[in-house]
């Protein structure tokens, strides 16, 4: 199975807005509303920031949300905080009940 | 609160069989799936593949030739084994739980275990 499409950075100032995009398939992100995004600092395990497209897990800051159109999905980080530096991963479910994960995209806050 | 400790051989030679186990501790070990994902250095993610209770399991079609995930739900563990390794699976290994009912993303991960293939 093909990795989904991420750009592999992305970059912002403090306070801005910044979209990371996730590219899939008709058979993974077009399908099913399974996609779930990732956040993961070096050297440490990722942590789930949202589930099933849109949907945020308690304790994850209202900033982030996610959102998909077509075999596109999106995770948009709004107020940009130096704190949000660090690798993006999208995943999504698919047709084979298998799961794929994005190549990953490193935010810079400027 | 659900903890995963994971352990198993760091080295090996090209050809050998990877082996790594992880332990569920802090939670109930049935009705869940458990699954095992890699992350070469630098790179990203790749999920390997899964196990439930029952021992159904799913596995990601590049290696599935080569990947078997048993469970031992005595013991409240999981395991990988990966055959024939080659330097490209060289990576950080986790293993990692979904949500109960769930499948499609990782609430619980542990902490990675560094396996290198080298000659």
């Known amino acids: 199975q093909s990795a989904l499409t991420q750009p592999a950075s992305v970059s912002g100032s403090p306070g801005q807005s910044i979209t990371i995009s996730c590219t899939g398939t008709?058979?993974?992100?077009?399908?099913?509303?399974?996609v779930s995004w990732y956040q993961q600092y070096p050297g440490k395990a990722p942590k789930f920031i949202i589930y099933d497209v849109n949907r945020r897990p308690s304790g994850v800051s209202n900033r982030f949300s996610g959102s998909k159109s077509g075999n596109t999905a999106s995770l948009t980080i709004s107020g940009l905080q130096a704190e949000d530096e660090a690798d993006y991963y999208c995943s999504s479910y698919t047709r084979n009940s298998t799961v794929v994960f994005g190549g990953g995209t490193k935010l810079t806050v400027l | 609160q659900v903890q995963l400790q994971q352990w198993g051989a760091g080295l090996l030679e090209p050809s050998e069989t990877l082996s790594l186990t992880c332990g569920v501790s802090g939670a109930s070990f049935s009705g869940y799936y458990w699954a095992w994902i890699r992350q070469p250095p630098g790179q990203g993610l790749e999920w390997i593949g899964d196990?439930?209770?029952?021992?159904?399991?799913n596995y990601n079609p590049s290696l599935k030739s080569r990947v078997t995930i048993s469970v031992d739900t005595s013991k409240s563990q999981f395991s990988l084994q990966l055959t024939s390794v080659t330097a490209a699976d060289t990576a950080l290994y986790y293993c990692?739980?979904?949500?109960?009912?769930?499948?499609?993303?990782?609430?619980?991960w542990g902490k990675g275990t560094t396996v290198t293939v080298s000659s």
């Open positions: 008709s058979s993974d992100v077009g399908t099913y509303n399974y």
């Open positions: 990692a739980r979904p949500p109960l009912g769930r499948r499609s993303y990782m609430d619980v």
């Open positions: 196990v439930n209770h029952n021992g159904t399991t």
